[in-house]
């Protein structure tokens, strides 16, 4: 598991010592799917890289709506660039949608990175802002069936591992509208 880590840091512009540091403290989960590994509105202390499995966070309403933020699948570090940067209480809940093999590395690791090795710092914090750039631009100038079309197109193996419910919200619709939108894709095909 902690090779894929090692793999991850050394492609974003980590050097041997920052990447040994991690690993030592990297500590390994196997978790069943639907398991949370954070609760909304409380103080995450770990960043979790996804060695194997799928993830979702997703914002709750008091109203008990769902609002996807993003999904996350192998190979990926799973960090709150807000939580970490304010010291605040997660405003989402991160969850496992598949059993999944997990690192948690502590959020102080992640701080020192600013100091001890700041050009893999800064390769995550550009990676999240050009996440946070597409998913503006896919949420902003896409009708919901064309962001439904390049979903499909750019996400074809989750179509079959998530809910209705689940794709819906992370495109800005209702389930019901996904299946009317879905319906008449397949009228015009």
């Known amino acids: 598991m902690k090779t894929a880590l090692a793999q991850y840091l050394r492609d974003h512009g980590a050097d041997d010592e ?13 978790l069943p799917t ?8 409380v103080q995450s202390n770990h960043a979790f890289f996804l060695v194997d ?11 008990g709506r769902q609002f996807s933020k ?17 010291k605040q209480p997660s405003e989402y809940l991160l969850e496992t949608l598949s059993a999944s093999q997990i690192l948690a590395l502590p959020l102080a690791v992640i701080e020192q990175w ?11 914090l550009e990676r999240q802002l050009l996440f946070k750039e597409h998913k503006e631009r896919f949420m902003l100038i896409h009708t919901p069936e064309e962001r439904y079309t390049l979903f499909c197109g750019h996400f074809p193996e989750l179509q079959t591992q998530l809910a ?19 319906a008449r894709l397949s009228e015009e095909s």
């Open 114 to 124: 600013k100091a001890s090795c700041p050009g893999l710092y800064m390769a995550l």
């Open 34 to 41: 639907r398991h949370i590994l954070l609760n909304q509105g």
């Open 53 to 63: 499995g799928i993830c979702h966070a997703c914002y709750l309403t008091p109203e």
């Open 70 to 86: 993003e999904f996350y699948w192998e190979q990926e570090l799973i960090l709150g660039f807000e939580s970490l940067l304010t």
């Open 18 to 30: 920052t990447i040994n540091n991690a690993l030592a403290l990297a500590e390994p989960m196997e």
């Open 164 to 182: 209705d419910y689940q794709i819906a919200s992370y495109l800005g619709i209702t389930a019901t509208s996904l299946s009317r939108i879905r």
